[in-house]
């Protein structure tokens, strides 16, 4: 488990490192589909259009974007399942 600066814990690890856009995001969107409202999910991506994607699409929904962070290559995203 990775801690990022507010140690915030999450329910599910998504690892998205290898995949090229969209995937991350998909990835994403399939996990928090899967999640009750209130859980947390860990999308981990090295693809840099994941960067400008998945804050871009969690504006537009429910979700909560809980903390973003660059660690080396890759980018962590903290995202709270919202009530749909």
């Known amino acids: 488990m990775v801690m990022l600066q507010t140690e915030l814990e999450y329910d599910l690890l998504v ?3 290898e ?4 995937m991350p995001l998909l ?5 928090l589909a899967k ?5 947390i999910i860990c999308l981990m991506a090295t693809d840099e259009g994941s960067l400008q994607d ?6 537009m929904v429910s979700h909560r974007l809980l903390e ?3 660690v080396e290559d ?3 995203f ?7």
């Not at 990835?27 to 996990?31: F, H, Q, R």
């Not at 999640?35 to 859980?39: E, M, N, R, S």
């Open 78 to 84: 903290l995202i709270e399942k919202g009530v749909a």
């Open 15 to 17: 690892d998205a490192r």
């Open 74 to 76: 890759c980018c962590y």
């Open 35 to 39: 999640c009750q409202p209130g859980q």
């Open 68 to 70: 973003q962070a660059m």
């Open 54 to 59: 998945v804050p871009r699409y969690l504006d």
């Open 19 to 22: 995949d090229r856009c969209p």
């Open 27 to 31: 990835k994403a969107k399939l996990a």
